[in-house]
């Protein structure tokens, strides 16, 4: 199967290397049971050979160490330090992968409070420890039991101050409600979606042929689709999904939002296309392309003066949005503010903005009066010159 997810393009995480219990790892590891050195030259040489496996056929991630609070029987024979040392030793081995350390009941029914505590125990144990550890997996096989939107928040915003990123390793909603598993799926997704702190969820399967819980599942056995398949596709392929196009301006510059991820960005210009693969991360993206052609009259780039400062609105006089533009010269934050003829603030919003790269947004007025409005944006530095805009409705 690993093979098969490389041989396609598709990433793949390991999962999982130690499970730390007499109930899930081999038979032989309780031959060492008194014997902490051959218990740990056992693990070591486990690691040893799966680890190289996996590097093998690509994985981007291994779950390191699964449910440590209620499996810890080699933690109590070699303490729990060990654990230290099977990240560092998986690092080694090879270091591209992500390591994660993967427990339940932290958000399960809204998190149990002796997980949680553990779960934050162990965290600070590896980091302390200078354990390479790469993010924190929460399962989430969810049954009727389900836990409120804001507990879900507060309890990814409890773990953000690990400054880790978090993940959904295990999703499934056990229940025969459709109506109910549709519903908390779009609001549990949306919600893990919106935090800062995560980035990823995956599903504990999906057709209810091959389900560990059927009822969890997103298509039935006859191929068809449950409800919350439907949620799961609108979110992920149309209201998560970026897909826009323009032209750009005439400096050559084209400026849009877009969520985080994979991009195929493409540039045509006179029977010209040039394609680049690219990655959209927190920190932005500047994506320079050149289109390979004469047809301007120009045969080599040539530097042409870009035009600092606040651009005039358009359309202007405008009825409900207008869009707004401004070229820095640093990159930096900054706030756009707008005024009423009177000097009120009608409006404020921070902005991020990349040197030499236009800031560009359409701004909408609904439930804002006709008149005459001005507006600024404020660098660290100072604000620049003011700019007068006209409202009509």
Not at 14 to 29: A, E, I, N, Q, T
Not at 54 to 65: M, S, Y
Not at 118 to 127: N, S
């Amino acid at each position: 199967m690993a093979g098969w997810l490389q041989e396609n393009n598709l990433p793949a995480k390991g999962h999982v290397l130690v499970w730390p219990s007499w109930d899930w790892m081999p038979p032989f590891f309780r031959d060492y049971e008194n014997d902490p050195a051959g218990m740990r030259a056992a693990i070591e040489e486990h690691l040893d050979t799966l680890v190289p496996i996996g590097a093998e056929k690509g994985l981007i991630e291994w779950d390191v160490v699964n449910e440590p609070h209620i499996n810890h029987d080699v933690m109590d024979i070699c303490g729990d330090e060990i654990m230290i040392e099977w990240y560092k030793r998986v690092h080694e081995i090879d270091p591209n992968p992500r390591l994660i350390l993967n427990e339940y009941n932290i958000i399960m029914g809204g998190g149990d409070p002796a997980f949680q505590a553990d779960f934050e125990r162990y965290i600070t144990l590896l980091i302390n420890g200078g354990a390479p550890l790469g993010g924190l997996g929460m399962q989430c096989h969810f049954d009727e039991n389900l836990p409120g939107i804001p507990r879900v928040l507060d309890i990814l915003d409890r773990f953000a101050k690990f400054n880790l990123p978090i993940q959904v390793t295990e999703f499934d909603i056990d229940t025969y409600d459709e109506e109910a598993q549709a519903n908390f799926t779009h609001d549990f997704f949306t919600a893990i979606f919106s935090h800062p702190i995560t980035d990823k969820i995956v599903m504990w399967g999906f057709w209810e042929g091959d389900q560990w819980r059927p009822k969890g599942s997103m298509i039935r056995t006859n191929w068809t689709f449950k409800p919350n398949y439907e949620v799961y596709n609108d979110l992920v392929f149309n209201k998560w999904w970026t897909k826009t196009e323009g032209l750009t301006s005439r400096q050559g510059f084209y400026h849009t939002r877009g969520f985080l991820g994979e991009y195929e960005i493409s540039v045509s210009f006179a029977g010209h296309t040039i394609t680049k693969d690219v990655e959209l991360t927190k920190d932005g993206l500047v994506v320079e392309l050149i289109v390979p052609t004469t047809e301007t009259g120009m045969e080599e780039i040539s530097e042409r003066p870009i035009e600092y400062g606040l651009k005039q609105n358009y359309p202007n006089p405008f009825n409900t949005s207008t869009v707004i533009e401004f070229i820095p010269e640093e990159s930096g934050d900054a706030e756009l503010n707008i005024f009423d003829a009177g000097g009120k603030i009608v409006l404020t919003r921070p902005i991020l903005l990349h040197r030499n790269i236009p800031w560009r947004e359409e701004i909408e007025f609904s439930n804002i009066p006709s008149g005459s409005y001005f507006y600024t944006i404020k660098m660290q530095k100072g604000a620049t010159i003011a700019r007068k805009m006209m409202l009509i409705k």
